[in-house]
């Protein structure tokens, strides 16, 4: 009984942890990575630049719904050119929705026009569950001092339909325009919306 209770204990503030350990505000989760190229990247790497992170998986209709309009690669492009660094996570696990090769990957921002910085490949989902990304798209902004800025989803609109873009508010962009200004983040924490992360 007293080990069940102690093991009860433990988890409880192994979860707590977790779950406080995601704060705006708050250092962002150092993580160490590999691209699709092999390459070999650490949070900590970008300090001083602007840092989004993208969850994504090419078969969830809500990212082919960003990626098909062209809102995606728009919003990798303008991010970059600002001096941003964009990583886009595949946390899929292998045999699950969404798992991809290095070389698929890269096919896929090939055909895409895609312009990440980099394409991360998760497949352990530790990074994806270190920052409890739920969701495909799940948006993440780290401001230059390694500060999470933003977190939730990429626009206001929860649907599929790719005519509701430009109906919709566009949450990163605008967040990002205020970390970029040095400015608080008016609206820090968005409710996600997509596939599950197919951990």
């Not at 809102?71 to 991010?79: E, G, P, S, T, W």
């Not at 055909?111 to 998760?122: F, H, K, N, T």
Request: aromatic letters at 6%; hydrophobic letters at 40%.
């Amino acid at each position: 009984m007293l080990m069940k209770s102690a093991l009860t204990t433990l988890l409880f503030a192994l979860a707590t942890t977790a779950g406080a350990a995601l704060q705006v505000g708050q250092p962002a989760p150092g993580f160490t990575a590999t691209d699709t190229s092999g390459q070999r990247h650490a949070l900590s790497d970008f300090r001083g630049k602007t840092v989004v992170l993208e969850w994504t998986n090419h078969d969830c209709p809500y990212v082919r719904k960003h990626y098909n309009a062209g809102n995606m690669q728009q919003q990798q492009k303008d991010a970059t050119a600002q001096g941003a660094v964009w990583l886009s996570i595949i946390s899929s696990a292998p045999g699950k929705q969404g798992h991809v090769t290095p070389a698929q990957a890269d096919s896929l921002t090939a055909e895409r026009d895609a312009a990440p910085s980099a394409v991360i490949l998760d497949e352990s989902g530790d990074i994806g569950r270190l920052y409890g990304a739920k969701t495909t798209p799940h948006m993440y902004i780290i401001d230059a001092q390694g500060t999470l800025a933003y977190m939730g989803g990429i626009d206001s609109i929860p649907s599929a339909n790719p005519a509701d873009i430009e109906k919709a508010t566009q949450y990163v962009p605008a967040a990002l325009a205020q970390v970029m200004q040095g400015e608080p983040v008016s609206k820090s924490v968005t409710r996600p919306y997509g596939c599950s992360v197919k951990y």
